[in-house]
């Protein structure tokens, strides 16, 4: 019997699968979010719900101290709410009929705010309270929450700004209770002095003490009661990879020592005394050795949470104001109108186009942002108000001058627009120059992209510039990358465009847009009874006005079908290779169908109009919605037909045991060795077939993959039986291997296909 040392042990595995928690690097605390494919516990609340929760009870505590007139919400009916969301919250508070978004919206941008401080600075321990830096962690709460105040008391609110310094603070405060050893010794109660400037902070383990005992592993104590501080001293875990290094005490010679942070990504918590840890991030023990705390610490965090906004003495809605805790987190059902305005001695008539658009919102719930630009760059300037009237009055007063080079500083006037305005809204860029700052473009559409604003341009003369890539292709460029559009026209036309302005801001969607040739082209799009009212836009690129006919296809389409029922059809498609017969409109109305929908152009240009798609219950999609269950079952069973059929059915022709195996329905194990079967292999072969016999009470797979030399002499061999195995394992001829190089690789190669494999040569 050959001897195996212990560094070479092979152990014989059947395909064994190791399943990881693969958890991000930047970790550290109360899980981000949701991680896809990770398990983090049931009833774990992460940064993400702990915040919107904290953030919603805020704003329900604001809702019930402001009602809306004839109101009938009693006291508690929106803090107590069950389960509670920004659309049940916006529902129970104005009614049906007024999205949340804008709202939701705010509410993510703190949290990524929060969770961008994981993976910005997870090695700084004061970011996360970890290592005993409860006291730089609130240095930097307060500075934070000071800083959030100063930028909200500003005239032009940057509020973004605002919420990114916000969702920071929140992360460290959240960190407090996951990390710190407040929640084991005073319960799922906040620790309000936190953040805020003068409050006494408790007093913090001086290095030298220790603040816990080894637990967890294979040691008998539990990490449930490791802790070995006074309850009136702070502490916090130390963490592998961050700034602040544990104190190494080795755990062979001690049992206590600083307390770790614990979990899978800690190196201290295994390695430096004391062992074990005392995170709260999850309810799953594997993760947080102090999982048993989690809801406790979750609570207080969200308490916490709404404190900060919600206090009546130290809360940011008490500092302040209304007005501006409602802009903060948008939650006033307004419109927000944003006009970026060239205010050049040329200007005039834009100008007042732009009064018009605000005299015909004026009993509107609006905000309005005016950024001006001219040149200098330093007549730059931001003006917002949500009163019509101040808005009017400001425009009156702008002093209109200079403008006799043309260029203008367009792009900083959109910059400073498109920083403090909201996101999902259309901006309005009034100007007859080009661009002297062309080269901020590229920041102009990052930022536009960011907040999803729509850049609408009117541009109201040319002043020789229009062929440099700095005037009309830049706005175009611009325009098409944010699905805006680009109108010109001339001052005595401007009234055209603001009229269509006016439309816009009515709440809308657009059903459908897209470029077309100059041709007479026959355009159609999708109306159904739930559009009450629709606008076609027409613009041209050569600045003449389009002549067009609007019309309307009186023949549903539930019944186009000519062809007798017993002749197939089928519809052509835009884009395949099989072109639709040519037969236009105007002098048929017959022809090959189309298969339909807003993306197959044969359907609104060659006749037959129209189509018969079933693919979905759409009629914008598919003309023939009615039909699509009707298709969807007949795919359905002539699926199963395709594998069940006794006669045609793939199961009935290549068996039962090849069917199981196309489907992996037996629940067995494969097993794979690749063999050198040369001279010298009698003993190992003899192993192999051990293995099996190991293996004959249980469902396997056996994949005998054999090499030796010449190359000829490689084979496979696959079985279920094991007996079956052991048979062909016995009937080998042993021989060869004299010149000691087998061919390895292509056993390896004909057995790689089975995914688990044991070379044994």
Known sequence: MSTISSSSTMRLVACLWVMLHVLPQGVITFFPSRLSGVDIGDGTLTHADITEVGILKAVASNFEANPRPNSTLAAGDLTQMKNITTRKLFQAYYGEGVSETRFQDT????????????????????????????????????????????????????????????????????????????????????????????????????????????????????????????????????????????????????????????????????????????????TLGSLSPHSHLHQAAAQAAIEHTTYFFDDEEYGIRGIIGIKKFNELFQLKPEASVVFVIDYSGSMKEDIAAVSSVIRATLEKPVNYILSLFSDPLSKSRVYLTDDGNDALRYLDEISISGGEDCPEYAMDGLMNALT????????????????????????????????????????????GFWNKPTGEDLYRTLATATGGSVYFTNKDGIATVVDIIKESLTPSVTIAKSSISASDVNVTFPVDQTILQATIKIVTLDRNTPVYILGELDKMCEDNMIVDGKILTSGYRSGQDAVKPHKHHSISNTGKCSHGGPLDDTSSSVAALGGINKDSTLGSLSPHSHLHQAAAQAAIEHTTYFFDDEEYGIRGIIGIKKFNELFQLKPEASVVFVIDYSGSMKEDIAAVSSVIRATLEKPVNYILSLFSDPLSKSRVYLTDDGNDALRYLDEISISGGEDCPEYAMDGLMNGEEHHCVMLIT
């Open 420 to 463: 403090v305005c909201n996101y999902n809204i259309d901006v309005f860029v009034f100007t007859d120059a080009s661009a002297k700052d062309a080269p901020l473009h590229v920041a102009v559409l990052s930022l536009a992209a960011l907040k999803n604003v729509h850049l609408q341009f009117i541009l109201t003369g040319d002043c």
């Open 107 to 282: 509410i993510t941008s703190i949290i990524n705010a929060n969770n961008q401080v994981n993976l910005n600075l997870f090695n700084v321990s004061a970011w996360h309270c970890n290592g005993e830096t409860i006291r730089e962690a609130n240095q930097k709460m307060m500075n934070l929450r000071e800083q959030a105040i100063a930028v909200l008391s500003q005239s032009n609110t940057n509020f973004d700004q605002a919420r990114n310094l916000i969702g920071q603070f929140l992360h460290i405060l959240q960190m407090f209770y996951s990390n710190t050893n407040w929640i084991e010794f005073s319960g799922a109660v906040p620790y309000y002095s936190l953040g805020i400037r003068n409050k006494p902070l408790l007093g913090q383990a001086p290095p030298v003490m220790d603040a816990c005992v080894s637990c967890g592993g294979e040691l008998d104590k539990m990490c449930e009661d490791n802790i070995i501080v006074d309850g009136k001293i702070l502490t916090s875990g130390y963490r592998s990879g961050q700034d602040a290094v544990k104190p190494h005490k080795h755990h062979s010679i001690s049992n206590t020592g600083k307390c770790s942070h614990g979990g899978p990504l800690d190196d201290t918590s295994s390695s430096v005394a004391a062992l074990g840890g005392i995170n709260k991030d999850s």
